[in-house]
Structures are given as C-alpha cells and as structure tokens.
C-alpha cells in the first residue's frame, strides 16, 4: 500500500434548512465490512494522536465536527488530508503510518475500522514500519 490507496472520499449530502443529513454505508461509501466504530473528543485545540500504522485494520475516519489534519506516510512519502466537513470521509488501507495532528478545540473524529480491536495489530514504533515496510512484510 502507498499513499496513493488512500482516498478522500464525498459523501451524500441532503441540504436542508432544517439541519443537513449525510450517510455511509458499508461496501458503497466505506470500501469494507465494518466491525468497529469509535470516536475521539473532548479534545484540547493544537492536540495529536495516533501516530502508528496497522497491519491489519482498514479505516475511514470523518470530522463530524471540527477539524483535524491526517498525516498519512508509506515509508517514501507522506500526504496530509485536512478534515474539516461532515461530509467527507478519508480511506486509509492498511500498511501505512498515520497521525492525526493539530485538533480543534472539541472536534469529533468518527472513525470505522475493517477490524476489531486488536493490541497486536497495532505498529507503534517507526522504526520497526520501516523495516516491515522495506521488507515487504506489510
Ligand atoms: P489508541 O488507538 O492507542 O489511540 P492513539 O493511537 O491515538 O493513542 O487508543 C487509545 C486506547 O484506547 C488504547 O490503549 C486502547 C483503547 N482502545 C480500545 O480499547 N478499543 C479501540 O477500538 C480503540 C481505538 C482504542
């Protein structure tokens, strides 16, 4: 996987002067089955998480509310996605390392993954994705 899998994503939008709606579904909007959903808040502004890779779980993550940046790195080049609608969603396959930087002040992050929650699934040191990555292993 490169930073060329990941992929921003539009998502329906019914404008409304009532409030909008918008809408994901599972194998259309979202490329997998998910098994998972989680969200992140309460976040103080200028704050970070994430910063690992999966070798496993697939994500697609929504700004539900606020903004955030996703930095997305394969071992050769990095992309950064900034989140701030609703109705968007970023793609983010398996194998690559990720961050979630510079959160708004009590944004929300949704988030949707292929897999259930797993510990070892998890990469967390560089490092160690790089040589899985130049090795081919992920
Ligand atoms: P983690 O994914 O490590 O967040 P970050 O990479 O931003 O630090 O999650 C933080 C903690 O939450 C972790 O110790 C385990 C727990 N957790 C679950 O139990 N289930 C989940 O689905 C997720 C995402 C996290």
């Known amino acids: 996987m490169t930073i060329e ?3 921003l994503i539009e998502l329906p939008k019914f404008t409304d002067p009532r ?3 918008s809408f994901v579904e599972q194998l259309n909007h979202i490329p997998f089955e998910i098994k ?3 969200w992140i808040y309460d976040v103080p502004g200028g704050e970070s998480r994430g910063g690992h890779a999966f070798k496993k779980n697939e994500e697609f993550i929504v700004a ?3 903004a955030f940046d996703v930095v997305v790195d394969d071992g050769h080049n990095k992309m950064v996605f900034s989140l701030n609608r609703s109705y968007f ?4 396959p398996a194998g690559l390392w990720r961050e979630m930087i510079d ?4 944004s929300l992050a949704l988030e949707f993954g292929s ?3 797993v510990k070892e699934d998890y990469i967390r040191d560089y490092k160690v994705f790089l040589e899985l990555k130049n090795n081919g292993k992920i």
Request: proline share 0%; glycine share 14%.
């Open 5 to 7: 899998d990941v992929k």
């Open 19 to 21: 409030g909008n709606l």
């Open 36 to 38: 998972r959903t989680y």
């Open 64 to 66: 539900l509310s606020g």
């Open 89 to 92: 969603g970023l793609y983010v």
């Open 103 to 106: 959160f708004s002040t009590n």
């Open 115 to 117: 897999e259930h929650y």
